[in-house]
């Protein structure tokens, strides 16, 4: 039996009864009869389970499992036993962790954070980790609910807490585990300022704000700040301040409102304790616009000021501005930025043509140079713009950028993709990325890069490290958890993929690469038939009867639907005429794919590579393409690919 081990992956469970040692003080006899019932309603059903008791210690113990299943379907068994007459009071805590096992003893951080959950729990109670959650969740007599991040004494990272919810077991909410818990420290989530302007489109003003506080925030040492998409998820919403602090694992929020009249600004900002919701600091700033950036440095300053009251007022000043000063430039940056934020390409577009408009006036302005750098990466990596001019725009801005301040990530960021997706220098991209990161740890963008770059160089699990990393930082970020989700697909785990694809979809019904994310992994599954309806929604939510076609002519093909796979090639060819600075090679070498016919599949690849319009060594590992490695010609491709 494994159980016997020096070293194993396990599942363990803890188990105590609540209030022992009052009951033993009050009533030394019912004490031990509860004692004697928990003893034995455990040790008959961990047998059933095939599980082993390797400690008891009072009132409580300590079981180990091969599965996590095993586990969560025995603590469901022993609780809804022990809620029966005479009932006994019982909290479970579960966890997957690599012990140690010698001599009947058992070690290792899995046992510690398996206590820690226990401990947190109430009587009649189930709570798991996230990673059992994630073995469990596709069980369909398990039902779960999310209580969200903890801090757990003595355990270095916030834990993501579930509990178990099927009939019988008592289901505890947050507010209940409240003081079992150590409280975040020092980790801010600086909420999109309200425009309260006459004007709606000063939103672009009141948004931009937020982020330049936002950005000023994550170079500040030894403050952690929620990344820009999970605060923006509560933009709009009316949600009290302690849910959000659970929500983002957060011990302060900065929120304020903008108004913004002529020349002429009148700012509030209030940091709360995300706790209690008490106000720690609020001010009002009634100033000219041309002040807006001594108001930014001065807000950031006593955030941090406040936040690390620990340390010497030299350690909390705010780093010094690099930016511009010109007003005008300024404005014209931030509706660069407002643009880029909305991700289409038509936006995109309209970006470049504001933060051009800013260097126009301010030739130095950094940031304005590394946002456009970033723009012409995300036209040139997703087709939208022929690579070789878009990659050459890249470069150009992003050594401009770092020119004039070598500490702004975007510009490490963007050259990084550029290496990446253009220029296939792998060593390269990677060490942009760890700069970037160094200079930004909340740029969840560098991670999704550093995600694919494992990708590409044979390390897929990794990846999955990397992206569930960037999902503590920015834990509602949708984009994150597509890319999770894409990473979960290329290393086939299509389950896992599709839970973060409906997770996307509770967010957003109407989420397009939510659908296709999903569409893509019901497929992989050898589902078809269920995926081609995924398909054919995500075109129609592109309205154009020539777009998002590829994942339908794929389906149809596997399908065996030859004649309307046919059809979206032919769709796909026309807006290749129609449109020829858009690159759709690897659309039709998908499609042609999904048909059987290698020799078109490779034609078209080599087209793509001629154009450099995306990366063979990323794209053609992802499943779907998984039948053309047989093929001689694919070896031969991947090392003129990989040198």
């Not at 409580?60 to 036993?81: D, E, M, N, P, Y």
């Not at 600091?281 to 001594?294: A, P």
């Not at 779907?624 to 491709?637: G, I, Q, S, T």
Request: hydrophobic share 40%; with cysteine; glycine share 6%.
């Amino acid at each position: 039996m494994y159980f016997y081990a020096m070293r194993q992956l396990a599942a363990i469970l803890f188990a105590d009864i609540t209030g022992y040692t009052a009951i033993m003080q009050e009533n030394e006899q019912l004490a031990r009869l509860k004692r004697k019932r928990f003893k034995d309603i455990l040790t008959g059903t961990v047998q059933t389970f095939e599980g082993k008791i390797l400690q008891n210690y009072g009132d409580g113990s300590l079981v180990i499992f091969s599965s996590a299943r095993q586990a969560v379907s025995c603590g469901i068994k022993i609780q809804t036993q022990l809620q029966e007459e005479p009932r006994v009071d019982v909290r479970i805590g579960i966890h997957i962790g690599d012990v140690s096992v010698e001599d009947e003893s058992i070690y290792g951080d899995g046992v510690n954070i398996a206590s820690r959950i226990e401990s947190a729990a109430i009587p009649g109670s189930i709570l798991i980790s996230g990673k059992v959650y994630e073995e469990i969740k596709n069980q369909d007599d398990i039902t779960t609910l999310e209580l969200g991040f903890f801090e757990f004494k003595n355990v270095k990272e916030a834990i993501c807490v579930f509990a178990i919810t099927n009939d019988g077991i008592i289901v505890p909410s947050r507010a209940a585990l409240k003081g079992k818990t150590r409280t975040p420290v020092n980790r801010v989530a600086v909420l999109p300022f309200v425009n309260m302007s006459a004007d709606p489109d000063n939103e672009y003003f009141s948004d931009g704000i937020t982020e330049e506080i936002l950005n000023t925030l994550t170079k500040i040492d030894n403050i952690q700040v929620t990344s820009r998409t999970s605060v923006f998820a509560f933009k709009g919403k009316n949600i009290d301040v302690r849910d959000i602090g659970v929500q983002l694992n957060v011990d302060k929020i900065l929120e304020g409102s903008v108004r913004k009249s002529g020349n002429r600004l009148r700012i509030t900002a209030q940091l709360i304790n995300a706790a209690d919701g008490y106000h720690i600091w609020s001010e009002n700033y009634d100033r000219n616009l041309t002040d807006i950036f001594e108001i930014q440095d001065e807000i950031s300053g006593i955030i941090a000021n406040r936040l690390r009251e620990n340390l010497s007022p030299d350690h909390a000043e705010s780093p010094s501005r690099t930016g511009t000063k010109n007003i005008e430039a300024y404005t014209l940056y931030l509706k660069g930025l407002h643009a880029f934020n909305k991700l289409t390409p038509a936006d995109t577009r309209q970006a470049i043509v504001y933060l051009e408009n800013a260097i126009t006036l301010e030739p130095s302005y950094a940031q304005a140079h590394a946002m456009i750098a970033r723009a012409y990466t995300h036209l040139g990596s997703t087709g939208q713009m022929v690579p070789q001019k878009a990659f050459e725009l890249v470069h150009k801005h992003a050594d401009m950028a770092l020119h004039l301040d070598a500490t702004i990530a975007e510009g490490y960021m963007a050259k990084a993709a550029a290496y990446l997706y253009y220029e296939w220098r792998w060593e390269k991209a990677h060490d942009a990325l760890q700069k970037a990161i160094h200079l930004n740890p909340t740029a969840t963008n560098a991670y999704q890069l550093l995600a694919y770059y494992y990708v590409i160089v044979g390390k897929k699990e990794k990846a999955i490290v990397v992206m569930e990393e960037a999902t503590k930082l920015d834990p509602l970020s949708p984009f994150v958890t597509h890319h999770l989700g894409n990473i979960y697909v290329i290393n086939e785990r299509y389950d896992d993929a599709i839970h973060q694809a409906d997770k996307l979809l509770t967010m957003d019904p109407a989420m397009r690469i939510s659908i296709e994310l999903k569409a893509w992994s019901t497929g992989m599954k050898g589902e078809w038939a269920k995926a081609l309806p995924l398909f054919l929604e995500t075109h129609r939510l592109t309205n154009h009867p020539l777009k998002g076609l590829m994942g339908v002519g794929y389906a149809y093909g596997k399908l065996g639907e030859r004649e309307k796979a046919l059809e979206c090639i032919r769709k796909i060819e026309q807006r290749q005429r129609e449109e020829p600075g858009v690159v759709l090679d690897n659309d039709l070498a998908g499609i042609w794919y999904g048909l059987g016919d290698f020799d078109r599949t490779f034609y078209y690849i080599e087209e793509s590579l001629k154009k450099r319009a995306s990366t063979p060594a990323l794209y053609l590992e992802y499943p779907a393409f998984k039948e053309l490695k047989v093929d001689p010609r694919y070896e031969a491709l991947m090392k003129r690919v990989r040198g």
